[in-house]
């Protein structure tokens, strides 16, 4: 349990640093485990803002969302931008760049499974 306790306390740590908070964009980590065995699965909340982007990006592992509320415009480098809606899921492929933005307003529910020890996000080029 303590290093449970310990891993909940470096998550939001790591989620800081690498992805700084964009304007307009909110991320609220609300579990933090360590399942499956060598990895790491974190969820968060993620709001963004009207007209906002959270910045490209790549994750080390599957990244899966779902909307809650608003649109959600995903931007996956060499495909078509696509666009969800309250009730929509959607996922990213590792190490792959993406972008996430609203045009009027989103609030997301996000679910990360990272190889333990990697850091969330990169920023991408």
């Given at each position: 349990?303590?290093?449970?306790?310990?891993?909940?306390?470096?998550?939001?740590?790591?989620?800081?640093?690498?992805?700084?908070?964009?304007?307009?964009?909110?991320?609220?980590?609300?579990?933090?485990?360590?399942?499956p065995p060598?990895?790491?699965?974190?969820?968060?909340?993620?709001?963004?803002?009207?007209?906002?982007?959270?910045?490209?990006?790549t994750?080390?592992?599957?990244?899966?969302?779902f909307?809650?509320?608003?649109?959600?415009?995903?931007?996956?480098?060499g495909?078509?931008?696509?666009?969800?809606?309250?009730?929509?899921?959607?996922?990213?492929?590792?190490?792959?760049?993406?972008?996430?933005?609203?045009?009027?307003g989103?609030?997301?529910?996000?679910?990360?499974?990272?190889?333990?020890?990697?850091?969330?996000?990169?920023?991408?080029?």
């Open positions: 349990m303590k290093v449970l306790a310990i891993a909940s306390l470096a998550i939001p740590v790591i989620l800081a640093s690498a992805i700084a908070q964009q304007p307009g964009i909110k991320r609220t980590v609300i579990r933090s485990i360590d399942f060598g990895y790491t699965t974190v969820t968060a909340i993620v709001e963004v803002g009207a007209g906002s982007c959270s910045g490209r990006h994750h080390p592992g599957i990244d899966s969302g909307v809650i509320n608003g649109d959600f415009v995903l931007k996956v480098e495909k078509p931008d696509e666009t969800f809606a309250a009730g929509e899921s959607f996922q990213t492929l590792p190490q792959i760049p993406h972008d996430g933005c609203s045009v009027s989103a609030k997301l529910i996000d679910t990360w499974v990272i190889e333990r020890g990697k850091p969330l996000a990169s920023p991408a080029p």
